[in-house]
């Protein structure tokens, strides 16, 4: 069975750092695109950072310059450092892959999420 595990959420104050990490657990064939998402309440959920197979990245404005996304194919794991953090970047996290369990079908895979919550 194929599950995303994540962790390194928490509580910091604006300026901190956090890093988030997510590992693919199963049998697969491959991991195509990862990607962060973030939902804070009463708003839609959103995408934050994203990372393809080949290492293309591509970012929510408001974090560009503050996060970084990173993936480790040995290891089958993706990993989210925020830097800079505001008030408003306080959200549920959730890492999100398009894997493939046996080629050609894709699927897609969600963590069960993790709080990070940035005090003033």
């Known amino acids: 069975q194929v599950q995303l595990v994540e962790s390194g959420g928490g509580l910091v104050q604006a300026g901190g750092s956090l890093r988030l990490s997510c590992a693919v657990s199963?049998?697969?064939?491959?991991?195509?695109?990862m990607a962060w998402y973030r939902q804070a309440p009463g708003k839609q959920r959103e995408l934050v950072a994203g990372?393809?197979?080949?290492?293309?990245?591509n970012y929510l404005d408001s974090v560009k310059g503050r996060f970084t996304i990173s993936r480790d194919h040995a290891s089958k794991s993706a990993a989210l450092q925020m830097n800079g953090l505001k008030p408003e970047d306080t959200a549920v996290y959730s890492c999100?892959?398009?894997?493939?369990?046996?080629?050609?079908?894709?699927?897609?895979?969600w963590g069960q999420g993790t709080q990070v919550t940035v005090s003033s």
């Open positions: 990372v393809s197979r080949l290492g293309e990245t």
């Open positions: 199963g049998n697969i064939f491959r991991i195509n695109h």
């Open positions: 999100y892959a398009d894997i493939t369990i046996t080629f050609p079908s894709r699927r897609d895979y």
